[in-house]
DNA sequence: CAAGTTACCTGACGGC
DNA sequence: TGCCGTCAGGTAACTT
């Protein structure tokens, strides 16, 4: 579910909540995520520490604290965290609670259990860390994420543009959605082969992924069926949708016909008319 | 090495 | 009413 937008849209909601908090106990439903949750671990290593920071990398939170041990959140495809009332109703798939000191709790609902919780011990956290993320692409807004960047990842794949933007080893956070609305906004077919854009269109589109971002953050994020930002309150990007999950409707720029299609086993969106495959041809 | 396939889960929805 | 197939914002381990 989440993408680079959504995760940031937690990231800063739950910050203010968490900082300088101290964690009291840990709850864990036993039902295993992605990955085993590090139960026993979150229990003796991070009980009455404090939490000194939240912050995002691709799709995932990073929360440390003041022992210097961390934990590393994904939410997969149903992923949600919130803070709640200590002791409120819990919901179905609440599968981890951390219980702070302030009589609150910081939970962690994921419906697929796609999502996963990482502790990371205080002995060279930041080095495992680095490593953890050793192979995510640069993120979207970095100065290390330039045309030519891209362009030379690019140059000998001939995957689907959308694919290849959508592969975090390339660039980190951009999910389903996010992907076929940055193509339609800068006019490139989904399909093309992603050695085929010019220096040009990269120009483009990595503006307009970047513009989009910013644009979907300060809406709180797209809210499809489940995804509530830490306030609760859903984000309403989704009305700002221009191609993603509207086919058969017609295409606003031209009034033609909204496609959809499969690829890479996605679903995607298109405008064959201002989405155009040329040029389609490998560099290789 | 690139690219395609499969697996991990639950729930909502449409067709019959 | 219910059963069944399909689909859903993600990722990585496999195979080809």
């Avoid at 026993?40 to 000194?52: P, V």
């Amino acid at each position: 579910m989440p993408e680079l937008p959504e995760v940031e849209v937690i990231c800063q909601g739950l910050l203010p909540h968490l900082i300088n908090r101290t964690i009291l106990s840990v709850y864990c439903s036993g039902k295993q995520l992605r990955t085993p949750v590090p139960c026993k671990e979150m229990q003796k290593e991070l009980c009455k520490k404090k939490i000194i920071s939240l912050s995002r990398r691709a799709k995932y939170l990073i929360l440390k604290t003041d022992c210097g041990g961390g934990l590393v959140f994904h939410l997969g495809m149903t992923g949600n965290m919130g803070i709640f009332k200590t002791g409120s109703v819990t919901k179905k798939h609440d599968h981890v609670c951390w219980e702070l000191d302030n009589k609150t709790e910081l939970r962690f609902n994921d419906t697929r259990r796609f999502g996963a919780v990482y502790f990371f011990p205080a002995k060279n956290i930041t080095k495992a860390i680095k490593q953890f993320f050793l192979n995510t692409g640069p993120e979207p807004f970095s100065r290390a994420c330039s045309v030519q960047y891209l362009s030379g990842q690019a140059s000998r794949r001939n995957i689907a543009i959308k694919q290849f933007i959508m592969d975090n080893h390339m660039v980190a956070g951009i999910g389903n959605i996010y992907a076929n609305e940055s193509l339609f906004r800068s006019g490139i077919h989904p399909e093309r082969a992603a050695s085929s854009l010019s220096d040009k269109e990269w120009k483009r589109l990595l503006t307009v992924i970047r513009k989009t971002l910013t644009h979907a953050i300060k809406c709180g994020g797209s809210t499809i069926s489940d995804f509530l930002g830490a306030s609760g309150d859903g984000g309403y990007f989704q009305i700002n949708f221009r191609i993603y999950g509207k086919a058969g409707e017609k295409c606003s720029e031209c009034g033609g016909l909204i496609m959809k299609k499969a690829i890479g086993g996605r679903a995607s969106f298109f405008c064959p008319v201002c989405q155009k495959i040329v040029g389609n041809h490998s560099r290789r």
